[in-house]
């Protein structure tokens, strides 16, 4: 037979380890994976020159804005900046201009993302106004329900706790996850008056108000109310040690709940924030070198489940200001995140296995998402080849994403993403993205029939 691409000469990270092999791939999917000798004849042949193959990543937590939002990104400047990063499945956020939270935004999203996109998009859901439309948006689709602690974003009144119950139980009879941004908006609120009327709107203003206790408190409301239920809960972005240990605890016990830890947590301390001021300015905050420690320990004991992005792209004069109140908070992630940590991994800090199981595989299996995630025979074709010696320096002026902007700016990182294979095309070669905007597919999580 003819298989439509060979890349030969490789070094492939398959779940059985890493094997000098090459790789076939026919009608999207991963055919076979073997020794060239091995391989069947394909159309198209590519010497890869002893790189690395890894599992294309998939980032669970990402702002593709677009729609109205569309000046700070587009779905197709996004996942442009995401197949730059070696990122071949975003799962896109809902808080949209309009919010993700009906059939009928969900549904308006996935049509102008089919026509955008250079890498796969899946979606969350923020809550809907009716309970009853949960089961219609996970018929058409999304993946996760999104769940906002720090202000209302989508239907549920989040003060509610038998409300909250409520949904969450919903979620648990259809087997969906919910994705929770841990910060207690009452907490929030009143810190941020006592600010407001001392006058303060200075960085250490901020850290203030977006405190390790508000989070911490956000935590432990979601795990008492989750409880109730057993649902499957994914806390985004933990940032603090004492967050991150109540989540632990609770993980022990046998609940069903994943965590997520960002490059920037792991990567940067308040220090850095104090710094390089308000492009470091983010949801949870940057935090202090101890809470960095914790976090590290974790991720590389494989206690926490997943690394993404949350690439959440402002314009830099949204970046600029000297009241902090008017700063969106917010870092473009997506570029840098595999850059950043294959560094750590040349630096021998983390295992390529740790990388890989946070980046592609859980994120796969905590979302249900089939086919993907691994470098298996039958699975999607979706990866990217690394040159694990190239060092460069970080650019944030050359990003493809919109913001071009970033607190890693002028770092130097070795392990670059070279070439970038969505559901077997090639749709980034040596940085530049040869795909044509809707070769990316839309992705759906656990089908369900009400
Ligand atoms: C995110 C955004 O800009 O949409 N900002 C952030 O600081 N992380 C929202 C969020 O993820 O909480
Ligand atoms: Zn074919
Ligand atoms: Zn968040
Ligand atoms: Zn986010």
Redesign the pocket.
């Known amino acids: 037979m003819l298989a439509d691409l060979v890349l030969y000469n490789a070094k492939i990270y398959t779940p059985e380890g890493m094997i000098e092999a090459g790789v076939a791939v026919d009608d999207g999917r991963i055919l076979k994976i073997a020794k060239k000798t091995n391989l069947p004849q394909a159309s198209t042949r590519l010497n890869i020159r002893g790189q690395t193959v890894l599992p294309g990543l998939i980032d669970p937590h990402v702002?593709l804005r677009d729609q109205q939002l569309a000046y700070k990104e587009t779905f197709f400047s996004g996942t442009a900046t995401a197949a730059a990063g070696g990122v071949t499945l975003t799962i896109d956020?809902p808080?949209n201009k309009p919010v993700t939270m009906s059939t009928k935004s969900l549904k308006e999203r996935m049509k102008l993302a089919e026509t955008r996109t250079v890498v796969n998009i899946a979606f969350h859901s923020a809550f809907p106004e009716t309970l009853e439309e949960m089961s219609q948006i996970v018929e058409q689709g999304a993946v996760a329900f999104k769940l906002?602690l720090?202000q209302k974003i989508g239907g549920l009144d989040i003060d509610d706790d038998d409300a909250v119950v409520r949904a969450f139980s919903r979620a648990r009879e259809m087997k969906v996850p919910v994705a929770v941004?841990a910060e207690d908006r009452e907490t929030l609120e009143n810190v941020k008056t006592e600010m407001l009327q001392a006058g303060r709107g200075d960085l250490e203003a901020y850290l203030k108000v977006h405190s390790p206790e508000a989070e911490l408190k956000a935590i432990q409301r979601t795990i008492k109310l989750a409880k109730k239920t057993s649902t499957h809960i994914h806390f985004?972005?933990v940032s603090s040690a004492e967050g991150l240990k109540a989540i632990l605890t609770e993980k022990n016990r046998g609940l069903a709940i994943t965590c997520e830890a960002l490059p920037h947590h792991l990567l940067l301390s308040s220090k850095d924030l104090k710094r390089w001021k308000t492009v470091t300015l983010?949801?949870p905050p940057l935090r202090t070198e101890e809470d960095v420690k914790a976090l590290w320990t974790a991720f590389k004991q494989g206690l926490i489940d997943v690394l993404a992005s949350?690439h959440?792209p402002?314009t830099v004069e949204e970046k600029e200001s000297e009241f902090i109140w008017n700063v969106?908070?917010?870092i473009p992630g997506l570029e840098t995140m595999l850059p950043l940590l294959l560094t750590q991994v040349n630096e021998g800090r983390l295992t390529l296995a740790s990388l890989i199981r946070a980046s592609s595989k859980k994120p796969a299996e905590i979302f249900h998402i089939k086919d993907r995630g691994s470098l298996t025979e039958g699975f999607y074709a979706d990866f990217v080849v690394v040159d694990m010696k190239q060092k460069y320096r970080i650019d944030s002026s050359k990003f493809h994403s919109k913001a071009k902007h970033s607190p890693f700016d002028g770092w130097m990182v070795k392990g670059k993403p070279t070439k970038t294979f969505v559901n077997g095309h090639l749709v980034m070669d040596d940085g530049e993205i040869i795909a044509k905007p809707g070769t990316g597919q839309i992705i759906h999580g656990r089908q369900y029939k009400s």
Do not use: L, Q
Request: one cysteine or more; glycine letters at 6%; a negative charge.
């Open positions: 702002h956020m808080n906002y720090s941004h985004c972005h983010t949801d949350d959440a402002h969106k908070p917010g």
